[in-house]
């Protein structure tokens, strides 16, 4: 067999199990999006048929009903808020662990590693008094400390490899020109790291964006609820009035934004987020 | 007798508790150097929350809320939805204008107020309800008594205890405290269409032998007697308590209730479970249960039409009401017994009141929960609740004969004048927290994976285990 | 367990073997306002931040784990070890144990192969003439298999449930059109022969896509004469994934094994959109759920707590796991703490 034919009969494989995956990933999204536009009696009576009068109904009630926009709001507040503390914190925290030696590091870093395996549920209820104190309960504010706090670690642990891979001249160079920590870390440091941060910084968003539990106990009042816990409610809301359409109409919503913001930064993500690793 | 004792020790318990747990939080602060503020903070503060300056007691204000009052109630978002009580609030913001009344919807009760409790900053009034509902053998303790509601005046000025149908006050009742107002007069059936079992000259079975020649009947029009959803497999075992106990007489209900070894073996108990395997084998459930969720399992009934009959509370027409067929007709008849001449009579239904509402002491305001309570319980709220939702709640004589044109209302009715002395109910599934236990076993036995053996065996060991864990507080009843 | 280690990989370009604890005390100098307030916003104010937020509470959920405390009231007994002592006795539980370690142990391991296998064929696995690249489209296929990770776990569960139900999900619908008449009706959820692995499959598809992109990146960081070399000496696309790719790749590889291991010991928000219930015979029943339903249903949060420390420990023996394995199997060696 020739390489050609050979290259050929692989090309096809690899498009044939590659397609077959594409599939799998994209019929449940186009399926929901189907369904968001049929009645429930509709989605009741057959998994495929076509909606007799698509209309954006079932959008309007989710809409209004599940208060996706406020949520959206929200959770677009407190995700970015969060977002930009933790990487910043983080990026600090990571550097010191990383380029400095001083009685602690260690401990601190093994602290970082508990963290990260602890599961949220244990802190909850310790968590809720924490806040309560603070009068951050029930607050965005509180939100935001809570998030940064939980993501912290894991933005530590991804940017130390980052920061022990620079070369240390570069920070030595700075400081014979009489730079200070500040500087070094802000004019040197952060720019090399940039491709670390960008990595971190995607795997922040969608875990913050996607964070369900701490939420849920942490802030109950409906007025500040974000996306995940809007769909919770309005899920099991849905599922006692039956209204399966607008569950899916608010499924579409809550997924929508996130797929373009992807769709529109995957070149960046892709090219940086190999860097990290767990070292 | 033994469990009074039993509460009683435990109390004492707490009481030298405390202080272990002092040093607990002293420990926990240690574990936390860079917290030692938290030391203060981590101990849930106890006691003493209900400090709000009330205002004078009088026969329009009977529990003395301040005038510019601000309360707050946290309402179960499920069936019923919460606008009513949102409406019974609007009543009471008519006579006390200056006051705030708040209602927050929840569909995870424990989950959410949980910390609330413990912290002692929980809210005025709590319709603890749902499948995330606080089990009441944790919180009995920390519950205001109604019983002053109860001698209230309604806001149509009649005594509110008068307005009543029997048997609200023992529902609610946990260690002889009432402490749970339980709003929603719900009566357990058996549902079907009336419209269809005409056309096709079905009657609906008295007896379990009746069911299973339906059974047949049903297979014939390629049909199935039931179908099952895999978070209500349990609303058989509700059918099959409601019918050993109607069937059996009083005795059966106790023995199950006090968690008595064996209480699942008894006659009237296994008759039923051997009946409902039979109608399992023969496969007149809709198959696939398990794998479905209640509510579109619920719609086979429903809207397709795929099973004859569906066992569930009053609330099924309400909950089903965007996926019910065309000229449906929804009307129940009692749960079928084992014999033609059953203990309590075949008339006899399970007849409770559900949606408790609770007043926690130490809410700030716990008197502007009362009058929410108060609000909820007078006519026109009452007559609110039964017109937009279908179901009638514990005031008599909200529900007109045609049951504001609800067939399915109007059966409710007909069937507890028709039972009248001979109803009953149970508690010990809620207050003990069985079901999530009880839905496993009961998926597996409609899935045909039990027989009514291993289910009688699975069900009794969730029983037992609790009879046997000291660290659950059991209640005497009888 | 988690001494760091330099990295032989490309991909994290490893510093020159000058960084040496000495450059770090080279740089000690005298304390300055510019130093002294760096080091208290950089390290002591985050710091502060996750002993309060995070380290605190746990620290105290390792106390309520040794309590009778039902979560409702502020009193509770110190009861020592009984809770753990408990759980070795409690059939319920030692269920849910069984099913974290299994998902522990399937998942990562399906993960991590199909994301390898899918990022070698759009980076390495196009034609063997020319330059070494990916099959045509591949930026197409790397696109579409990240976007299940943008889902929210909770709506996952959600569409998979649907996509499972008997009569009318996707799923059985198909089938049925294909001509399985048998499959009408079969509950994936509820039958417990598959109920464990279809809810494996869901998780899976979440993840897949964004370890795929992981490992993408990776292998673009190899350099193409290594690939090339391998080419020459006639190494197959399958040998060239084992014994080139894997290797080069390795830390990503353990990363990504370690955090998949951790996501599917807790699995929680999955399982319980999924089967609130824990599956047909506690078939899906996982310790979070255990966890859940004890301290909010049973209302005993001492004993649930106790559950959420096994789950810890659990979580840190897999890591400790991941990290021996693969220093056992020659990862990338060990020197030891640099700096």
Same mark, same amino acid.
């Given at each position: 067999?020739?390489?050609?034919?050979?290259?050929?009969?692989?090309?096809?494989?690899?498009?044939?199990? +590659?397609?077959?995956?594409? *599939?799998?990933?994209?019929? @449940? %999204?186009?399926?929901? &999006? #189907?369904? /968001? $536009?049929?009645?429930?009696?509709?989605?009741?009576?057959?998994?495929?048929?076509?909606?007799?009068?698509?209309?954006?109904?079932?959008?309007?009630?989710?809409?209004?009903?599940?208060?996706?926009?406020?949520?959206?709001?929200?959770?677009?507040?407190?995700?970015?808020?969060?977002?930009?503390?933790?990487?910043?914190?983080?990026?600090?925290?990571?550097?010191?662990?990383?380029?400095?030696?001083?009685?602690?590091?260690?401990?601190?870093?093994?602290?970082?590693?508990?963290?990260?395996?602890?599961?949220?549920?244990?802190?909850?209820?310790?968590?809720?008094?924490?806040?309560?104190?603070?009068?951050?309960?029930?607050?965005?504010?509180? +939100?935001?400390?809570?998030? *940064?706090?939980?993501?912290? @670690? %894991?933005?530590?642990? &991804? #940017?130390? /490899? $980052?920061?022990?891979?620079?070369?240390?001249?570069?920070?030595?160079?700075?400081?014979?020109?009489?730079?200070?920590?500040?500087?070094?870390?802000?004019?040197?440091?952060?720019?090399?790291?940039?491709?670390?941060?960008?990595?971190?910084?995607?795997?922040?968003?969608?875990?913050?964006?996607?964070?369900?539990?701490?939420?849920?106990?942490?802030?109950?009042?409906?007025?500040?609820?974000?996306?995940?816990?809007?769909?919770?409610?309005?899920?099991?809301?849905?599922?006692?009035?039956?209204?399966?359409?607008?569950?899916?109409?608010?499924?579409?919503?809550?997924?929508?934004?996130?797929?373009?913001?992807?769709?529109?930064?995957?070149?960046?993500?892709?090219?940086? *987020?190999?860097?990290?690793?767990?070292? | 007798?033994?469990?009074?004792?039993?509460?009683?020790?435990?109390?004492?318990?707490?009481?030298?508790?405390?202080?272990?747990?002092?040093?607990?939080?002293?420990?926990?602060?240690?574990?936390?150097?860079?917290?030692?503020?938290?030391?203060?903070?981590?101990?849930?503060?106890?006691?003493?929350?209900?400090?709000?300056?009330?205002?004078?007691?009088?026969?329009?204000?009977?529990?003395?809320?301040?005038?510019?009052?601000?309360?707050?109630?946290?309402?179960?978002?499920?069936?019923?939805?919460?606008?009513?009580?949102?409406?019974?609030?609007?009543?009471?913001?008519?006579?006390?204008?200056?006051?705030?009344?708040?209602?927050?919807?929840?569909?995870?009760?424990?989950?959410?107020?949980?910390?609330?409790?413990?912290?002692?900053?929980?809210?005025?009034?709590?319709?603890?309800?749902?499948?995330?509902?606080?089990?009441?053998?944790?919180?009995?303790?920390?519950?205001?008594?109604?019983?002053?509601?109860?001698?209230?005046?309604?806001?149509?000025?009649?005594?509110?205890?008068?307005?009543?149908?029997?048997?609200?006050?023992?529902?609610?009742?946990?260690?002889?405290?009432?402490?749970?107002?339980?709003?929603?007069?719900?009566?357990?059936?058996?549902?079907?269409?009336?419209?269809?079992?005409?056309?096709?000259?079905?009657?609906?079975?008295?007896?379990?032998?009746?069911?299973?020649?339906?059974?047949?009947?049903?297979?014939?029009?390629?049909?199935?007697?039931?179908?099952?959803?895999?978070?209500?497999?349990?609303?058989?075992?509700?059918?099959?308590?409601?019918?050993?106990?109607?069937?059996?007489?009083?005795?059966?209900?106790?023995?199950?209730?006090?968690?008595?070894?064996?209480?699942?073996?008894?006659?009237?108990?296994?008759?039923?479970?051997?009946?409902?395997?039979?109608?399992?084998?023969?496969?007149?459930?809709?198959?696939?249960?398990?794998?479905?969720?209640?509510?579109?399992?619920?719609?086979?009934?429903?809207?397709?039409?795929?099973?004859?009959?569906?066992?569930?509370?009053?609330?099924?027409?309400?909950?089903?009401?965007?996926?019910?067929?065309?000229?449906?007709?929804?009307?129940?008849?009692?749960?079928?017994?084992?014999?033609?001449?059953?203990?309590?009579?075949?008339?006899?239904?399970?007849?409770?009141?559900?949606?408790?509402?609770?007043?926690?002491?130490?809410?700030?305001?716990?008197?502007?929960?009362?009058?929410?309570?108060?609000?909820?319980?007078?006519?026109?709220?009452?007559?609110?609740?039964?017109?937009?939702?279908?179901?009638?709640?514990?005031?008599?004589?909200?529900?007109?004969?045609?049951?504001?044109?609800?067939?399915?209302?109007?059966?409710?009715?007909?069937?507890?004048?028709?039972?009248?002395?001979?109803?009953?109910?149970?508690?010990?599934?809620?207050?003990?927290?069985?079901?999530?236990?009880?839905?496993?076993?009961?998926?597996?036995?409609?899935?045909?994976?039990?027989?009514?053996?291993?289910?009688?065996?699975?069900?009794?060991?969730?029983?037992?285990?609790?009879?046997?864990?000291?660290?659950?507080?059991?209640?005497?009843?009888? | 367990?988690?001494?760091?280690?330099?990295?032989?990989?490309?991909?994290?370009?490893?510093?020159?073997?000058?960084?040496?604890?000495?450059?770090?005390?080279?740089?000690?100098?005298?304390?300055?306002?510019?130093?002294?307030?760096?080091?208290?916003?950089?390290?002591?104010?985050?710091?502060?931040?996750?002993?309060?937020?995070?380290?605190?509470?746990?620290?105290?959920?390792?106390?309520?784990?040794?309590?009778?405390?039902?979560?409702?009231?502020?009193?509770?007994?110190?009861?020592?070890?009984?809770?753990?002592?408990?759980?070795?006795?409690?059939?319920?539980?030692?269920?849910?144990?069984?099913?974290?370690?299994?998902?522990?142990?399937?998942?990562?391991?399906?993960?991590?192969?199909?994301?390898?296998?899918?990022?070698?064929?759009?980076?390495?696995?196009?034609?063997?003439?020319?330059?070494?690249?990916?099959?045509?489209?591949?930026?197409?296929?790397?696109?579409?298999?990240?976007?299940?990770?943008?889902?929210?776990?909770?709506?996952?569960?959600?569409?998979?449930?649907?996509?499972?139900?008997?009569?009318?999900?996707?799923?059985?619908?198909?089938?049925?059109?294909?001509?399985?008449?048998?499959?009408?009706?079969?509950?994936?959820?509820?039958?417990?022969?598959?109920?464990?692995?279809?809810?494996?499959?869901?998780?899976?598809?979440?993840?897949?896509?964004?370890?795929?992109?992981?490992?993408?990146?990776?292998?673009?960081?190899?350099?193409?004469?290594?690939?090339?070399?391998?080419?020459?000496?006639?190494?197959?696309?399958?040998?060239?994934?084992?014994?080139?790719?894997?290797?080069?790749?390795?830390?990503?590889?353990?990363?990504?094994?370690?955090?998949?291991?951790?996501?599917?010991?807790?699995?929680?928000?999955?399982?319980?959109?999924?089967?609130?219930?824990?599956?047909?015979?506690?078939?899906?029943?996982?310790?979070?759920?255990?966890?859940?339903?004890?301290?909010?249903?049973?209302?005993?949060?001492?004993?649930?707590?106790?559950?959420?420390?096994?789950?810890?420990?659990?979580?840190?023996?897999?890591?400790?796991?991941?990290?021996?394995?693969?220093?056992?199997?020659?990862?990338?060696?060990?020197?030891?703490?640099?700096?």
């Amino acid at each position: 067999m020739s390489t050609r034919t050979g290259d050929r009969a692989h090309a096809v494989t690899s498009h044939v199990l +590659l397609g077959f995956g594409a *599939v799998l990933v994209v019929v @449940p %999204f186009l399926w929901v &999006f #189907l369904s /968001s $536009f049929k009645t429930t009696k509709e989605i009741l009576a057959s998994p495929f048929s076509l909606p007799a009068n698509p209309g954006i109904e079932n959008y309007v009630n989710a809409w209004t009903d599940a208060g996706i926009g406020k949520y959206f709001l929200n959770t677009l507040v407190v995700v970015t808020c969060a977002l930009i503390l933790v990487m910043l914190l983080g990026a600090l925290t990571a550097y010191v662990l990383a380029r400095f030696d001083f009685p602690g590091n260690r401990l601190i870093y093994n602290l970082m590693l508990a963290g990260l395996t602890f599961p949220v549920f244990l802190a909850i209820v310790p968590l809720f008094f924490v806040l309560r104190n603070a009068g951050l309960l029930n607050t965005l504010p509180g +939100l935001i400390v809570t998030y *940064v706090a939980f993501a912290f @670690p %894991f933005t530590v642990f &991804f #940017l130390f /490899s $980052f920061f022990r891979s620079l070369p240390h001249e570069v920070g030595e160079a700075a400081q014979v020109d009489g730079a200070g920590e500040w500087r070094t870390f802000f004019q040197i440091m952060l720019p090399m790291a940039r491709p670390g941060m960008a990595s971190v910084a995607i795997f922040n968003f969608l875990g913050l964006w996607n964070q369900f539990l701490l939420p849920v106990a942490l802030n109950t009042d409906t007025d500040n609820y974000v996306l995940t816990q809007g769909m919770a409610q309005f899920s099991s809301q849905a599922g006692y009035e039956i209204d399966f359409g607008a569950l899916y109409a608010g499924v579409v919503m809550t997924v929508i934004p996130v797929l373009v913001v992807y769709v529109l930064f995957q070149r960046r993500l892709q090219g940086s *987020v190999a860097q990290g690793t767990f070292r | 007798m033994s469990t009074s004792k039993f509460t009683d020790s435990r109390l004492a318990q707490a009481a030298l508790d405390r202080r272990t747990f002092v040093r607990g939080a002293v420990a926990t602060a240690l574990l936390a150097p860079l917290g030692g503020a938290l030391a203060g903070c981590a101990v849930p503060s106890g006691g003493g929350g209900g400090a709000a300056t009330g205002g004078a007691v009088s026969a329009d204000n009977p529990f003395g809320l301040a005038s510019d009052a601000e309360v707050e109630a946290v309402i179960f978002n499920g069936g019923y939805g919460f606008d009513y009580v949102e409406f019974a609030a609007g009543e009471a913001g008519k006579l006390f204008p200056e006051a705030t009344f708040e209602v927050a919807p929840s569909t995870q009760i424990a989950q959410e107020l949980q910390p609330r409790f413990v912290g002692g900053t929980p809210p005025d009034l709590v319709d603890n309800s749902g499948a995330g509902a606080i089990g009441f053998n944790t919180i009995a303790d920390q519950l205001e008594e109604l019983d002053d509601v109860f001698e209230a005046n309604n806001y149509e000025g009649t005594r509110i205890a008068d307005t009543l149908y029997p048997g609200v006050q023992d529902t609610g009742t946990y260690n002889g405290r009432f402490v749970a107002l339980n709003y929603v007069m719900t009566l357990y059936a058996v549902w079907y269409s009336a419209s269809l079992f005409e056309e096709n000259g079905w009657a609906p079975p008295a007896t379990w032998q009746e069911a299973i020649d339906l059974g047949a009947e049903a297979k014939k029009a390629d049909k199935k007697l039931f179908v099952w959803g895999k978070e209500a497999a349990t609303y058989y075992q509700t059918m099959a308590l409601d019918s050993a106990i109607k069937s059996g007489g009083d005795e059966v209900r106790l023995a199950l209730e006090n968690l008595e070894p064996n209480a699942w073996s008894q006659d009237a108990m296994q008759e039923t479970l051997t009946a409902l395997e039979e109608i399992v084998a023969k496969g007149y459930f809709v198959p696939g249960g398990a794998g479905t969720q209640f509510t579109a399992a619920q719609a086979r009934w429903s809207n397709d039409q795929d099973a004859l009959l569906y066992p569930s509370g009053g609330w099924i027409e309400n909950e089903m009401k965007d996926a019910t067929a065309e000229g449906f007709e929804m009307t129940g008849f009692p749960t079928p017994a084992t014999s033609d001449s059953p203990a309590l009579g075949l008339e006899a239904v399970r007849a409770g009141s559900g949606e408790p509402f609770i007043v926690p002491s130490q809410a700030k305001n716990p008197a502007g929960g009362k009058e929410i309570l108060r609000a909820m319980l007078s006519t026109a709220a009452a007559t609110h609740f039964s017109e937009t939702k279908l179901a009638p709640t514990i005031v008599k004589g909200t529900v007109p004969a045609d049951g504001f044109g609800s067939t399915a209302l109007a059966a409710q009715t007909a069937m507890l004048d028709a039972a009248g002395e001979n109803t009953f109910n149970y508690q010990f599934v809620d207050y003990y927290g069985m079901n999530p236990d009880q839905l496993v076993v009961w998926n597996e036995f409609l899935s045909g994976g039990l027989d009514a053996k291993g289910l009688t065996q699975g069900l009794q060991r969730i029983s037992d285990d609790i009879a046997a864990d000291d660290s659950v507080e059991k209640i005497e009843v009888s | 367990m988690s001494s760091p280690r330099t990295s032989s990989s490309p991909a994290t370009a490893a510093p020159p073997s000058g960084a040496s604890p000495a450059s770090g005390r080279r740089r000690r100098r005298r304390l300055s306002f510019d130093r002294l307030s760096f080091f208290a916003v950089a390290l002591l104010l985050p710091l502060a931040v996750y002993v309060v937020f995070v380290i605190s509470p746990f620290a105290q959920a390792v106390y309520f784990a040794m309590t009778d405390w039902t979560g409702f009231t502020p009193e509770m007994a110190f009861v020592g070890l009984d809770n753990f002592t408990r759980l070795l006795g409690d059939d319920k539980f030692l269920r849910a144990l069984a099913n974290s370690v299994l998902l522990a142990l399937v998942v990562p391991a399906v993960t991590v192969v199909l994301a390898l296998a899918v990022a070698s064929m759009v980076t390495v696995g196009g034609p063997t003439t020319g330059g070494v690249r990916g099959i045509r489209g591949a930026g197409f296929y790397r696109v579409i298999s990240f976007f299940p990770y943008c889902v929210p776990a909770i709506v996952v569960g959600l569409v998979w449930a649907q996509v499972y139900d008997p009569a009318r999900g996707l799923l059985n619908g198909i089938l049925v059109g294909l001509g399985f008449e048998g499959m009408a009706d079969f509950p994936w959820l509820g039958d417990p022969r598959t109920a464990m692995a279809a809810s494996m499959f869901v998780i899976v598809w979440s993840f897949v896509g964004f370890y795929t992109v992981l490992f993408v990146a990776a292998i673009k960081g190899v350099p193409a004469e290594i690939y090339e070399a391998a080419r020459i000496d006639g190494a197959g696309r399958f040998r060239t994934a084992v014994s080139i790719t894997v290797p080069l790749i390795r830390d990503n590889v353990r990363t990504a094994w370690i955090y998949l291991g951790i996501a599917a010991i807790d699995c929680f928000v999955y399982m319980q959109a999924m089967n609130p219930g824990g599956g047909p015979g506690y078939a899906t029943f996982v310790i979070s759920q255990d966890l859940y339903q004890t301290a909010f249903t049973k209302g005993q949060f001492g004993y649930a707590t106790a559950m959420g420390v096994v789950l810890a420990a659990v979580t840190l023996l897999f890591a400790g796991l991941v990290f021996l394995v693969d220093r056992l199997t020659g990862g990338a060696g060990d020197e030891g703490r640099r700096a």
